[in-house]
């Protein structure tokens, strides 16, 4: 086992999965684009009280998962620093700072990166992982609501994840939570003796959390307990009637899940997860989102309603791979070199080097032999490259000349240096024009 390697609950994307996730970051921005978002980039750390605020000091998220981070020697100017969790608190902080609520409402963003959970390590829980966020900001609905509701779909399909489920929620707000959680602490005290002694400990600083507990023991108490949904003041039911009606115009599908809570403490009204259909394990979530109405406000800001959601990409990449679609081509990053440049004179790595640099200053995807070895070593090499061209320095050199062979055709002419790369784009183009079984 090597002495070195990348910290539990990590890992590295080796060329075929990082391609894999380039595709899927690339599809997030261009849909996102399309829908009207614009990227934004926030830093990876943040003071740690942006997250303990706005994601909530009693979450699993804050109390347990939190990564510090303590820069020199750990006595530098007193800030108390955090890599982020997620990216929706970040951006919320970006969007007070930057005065964003004179911009036209509601400000559309997009992020997409990685975030850091200090995690029990599994199949699809990684400590560094990569979401697609998106967030509307300014807007308090219903109709950004679906429309969220509904890219957040739209991406899981283009992506090809397979079937999926959307569960569905309104957790109420300000004015109508307090009493329903109220409630909700009343009926598991009543409860007590039969709660699981982790549960218990929960119900005192997260008790909305014990509704969405994967404790069996939880299940019949859960069964009987009060559903925010029953409980919403006028003003949420509406609301949430509303982006019902609104998903039903769309023909967006979703299944009301009354225990749908979520793990973060921002959540108001909306809220709503994305589940490959017949898996609803907490570490098979594709994504999930919702509104958070008081956030901005929290972080400093005018009171400002917001929704957004955030889609795990390696889960979706795993979705990807469990249905043998996880090899993704990335556009635009060709694979294959147009051309590799050889030489018939092996020590002569200084012209199949200007060579090289030549085509690929007019454009080209081109590779040169570099190493010191025979003509015919460096022919193999070019061929298993996927090479369509080998640009061959020879004798011709002398009169400014090189050989262009077709590894595909097998066919092979001479051409003057001054030509060659606009005679590589040219070949390229043509064959671009014919289908590989011809
Ligand atoms: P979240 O539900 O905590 O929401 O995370 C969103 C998605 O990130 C999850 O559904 C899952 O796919 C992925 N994810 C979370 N933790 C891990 C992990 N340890 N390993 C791999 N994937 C993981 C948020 O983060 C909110 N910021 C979403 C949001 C945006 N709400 C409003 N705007």
């Known amino acids: 086992m090597p002495r070195f390697q990348a910290p539990r609950g990590t890992r590295d994307l080796l060329p075929a999965e990082r391609a894999s996730l380039l595709h899927l970051e690339r599809m997030a921005l261009a849909l996102a684009t399309r829908y009207g978002y614009q990227p934004i980039e926030t830093p990876l750390f943040e003071q740690a009280e942006v997250f303990e605020r706005g994601v909530g000091q009693a979450t699993e998220v804050v109390e347990k998962e939190l990564f510090r981070v303590q820069a020199g020697r750990g006595d530098g100017d007193g800030e108390r620093w955090a890599l982020r969790p997620e990216p929706t608190a970040g951006i919320c902080r970006a969007y007070v700072q930057h005065g964003m609520q004179t911009l036209p409402q509601p400000v559309r963003l997009t992020l997409t990166g990685p975030m850091f959970r200090y995690d029990r390590p599994q199949a699809g829980r990684y400590r560094q992982f990569w979401q697609f966020d998106v967030e509307a900001i300014g807007d308090p609905g219903p109709a950004v609501d679906a429309e969220i509701i509904e890219l957040a779909d739209r991406f899981l399909r283009d992506a090809g994840v397979g079937e999926t489920e959307l569960l569905l929620n309104s957790i109420g707000d300000a004015a109508c939570r307090p ?257 590989a079984s011809e």
């Open 179 to 435: 009493d329903y959680v109220a409630e909700l602490v009343g009926h598991y005290r009543s409860h007590a003796a039969e709660l699981p002694p982790a549960e218990r400990e929960r119900l005192e600083r997260n008790p909305l959390r014990l509704l969405d507990s994967k404790d069996p023991g939880m299940a019949a108490i859960n069964a009987t307990a009060p559903r925010s949904l029953d409980r919403l003041c006028d003003a949420c039911a509406q609301h949430f009637a509303a982006v019902r009606a609104h998903l039903d115009a769309l023909g967006v599908r979703y299944r009301l899940e009354h225990r749908l809570v979520r793990g973060l403490d921002y959540y108001t009204r909306t809220a709503f997860e994305f589940f490959p259909r017949g898996a609803e394990g907490q570490q098979d979530a594709l994504g999930g989102g919702g509104r958070y109405d008081g956030l901005i406000e929290l972080l400093g800001g005018r009171p400002t309603p917001g929704i957004g959601f955030g889609i795990g990409l390696d889960r979706v990449a795993l979705a990807l791979a469990a249905r043998g679609a996880g090899g993704a081509s990335v556009e635009g990053v060709p694979a294959d070199p147009v051309a590799v440049v050889v030489g018939a004179d092996p020590a002569d790595t200084v012209t199949r080097l200007r060579i090289v640099t030549e085509l690929r200053a007019a454009g080209l995807t081109a590779r040169a032999d570099l190493g010191q070895r025979k003509l015919a070593r460096q022919m193999e090499a070019a061929a298993r490259d996927g090479a369509h061209f080998a640009v061959i320095g020879g004798d011709e050199l002398r009169s400014g000349q090189v050989i262009v062979k077709d590894l595909l055709a097998g066919t092979q002419r001479t051409v003057d240096l001054p030509e060659l790369a606009h005679e590589l784009q040219r070949a390229q183009a043509q064959h671009r024009h014919v289908p």
